[in-house]
T-cell receptor, first 117, second 111 residues
Framework: NAGVTQTPKFRVLKTGQSMTLLCAQD?????MYWYRQDPGMGLRLIHY???????AKGEVPDGYNVSRLKKQNFLLGLESAAPSQTSVYFC????????????????FGPGTRLTVL | RKEVEQDPGPFNVPEGATVAFNCTYS??????FFWYRQDCRKEPKLLMS???SGNEDGRFTAQLNRASQYISLLIRDSKLSDSATYLC????????????FGQGTTLQVKP
């Protein structure tokens, strides 16, 4: 099991460029999440998905879009990158609430370090 | 007010010391509570869940006080390898598995 993987690991963008971050999990988890982590701010939820084909906004969704076309993949898009989006992005996944597994544990990917100049 | 508040530290302690971290949360409807550990430039990983009765895992003891909306983590006999950032985490009130993270408390254990 690879667990949760993220690509790319590092990226530098210029203001206004677009990019897509890919998250993949092989644990058959229903729920997937995208967070950003900034110094002194902790992890903040950008968007999340409770199943294939569904997405919802988190705490800081502006400037980002997501898609969950396949259960194992959750994509995070930046249409027009801004310097304020310089951050470390983490993807996570967990079991579905009520599925008989604990949803307490979220499994995180290794992160993507994004710099927007 | 942040939903989950922690003292960011850093806490600098010698090997073998006992250190305690505290955390407060604002949502009285939160049902589950955890401590995650995050090493420098790595992803967070679950350290332990926190139960109302208190729970222990080796050198680590976690406690929850629902009335005061307060969570604690005690580390006994600190090791160099305990140096990390400890994240206090609570569930949101909706049934979506969402977690609310504190900003973390940094621990540095010195030889």
């Amino acid at each position: 099991n690879a667990g949760v993987t993220q690509t790319p690991k590092f990226r530098v963008l210029k203001t206004g460029q677009s990019m897509t971050l890919l998250c993949a999990q092989d644990m058959n988890h229903e729920y997937m999440y995208w967070y950003r982590q900034d110094p002194g701010m902790g992890l903040r939820l950008i968007h999340y998905s409770v199943g294939e084909g569904t997405t919802a906004k988190g705490e800081v969704p502006d400037g980002y879009n997501v898609s969950r076309l396949k259960k194992q993949n959750f994509l995070l898009g930046l249409e027009s990158a801004a310097p304020s989006q310089t951050s470390v992005y983490f993807c996570a996944s967990s079991y579905r609430v009520g599925a008989g597994h604990s949803t307490d544990t979220q499994y995180f990917g290794p992160g993507t370090r994004l710099t927007v100049l | 007010r942040k939903e989950v508040e922690q003292d960011p530290g850093p806490f600098n302690v010698p090997e073998g010391a006992t250190v305690a971290f505290n955390c407060t949360y604002s949502n009285s409807a939160s049902q589950s509570f955890f401590w995650y550990r995050q090493d420098c430039r790595k992803e967070p990983k679950l350290l332990m869940s926190v139960y109302s009765s208190g729970n222990e895992d080796g050198r680590f003891t976690a406690q929850l006080n629902r009335a005061s909306q307060y969570i604690s983590l005690l580390i006994r006999d600190s090791k160099l390898s305990d140096s990390a950032t400890y994240l206090c985490v609570v569930t949101g009130s909706s049934n979506t598995g969402k977690l609310i993270f504190g900003q973390g408390t940094t621990l540095q254990v010195k030889p």
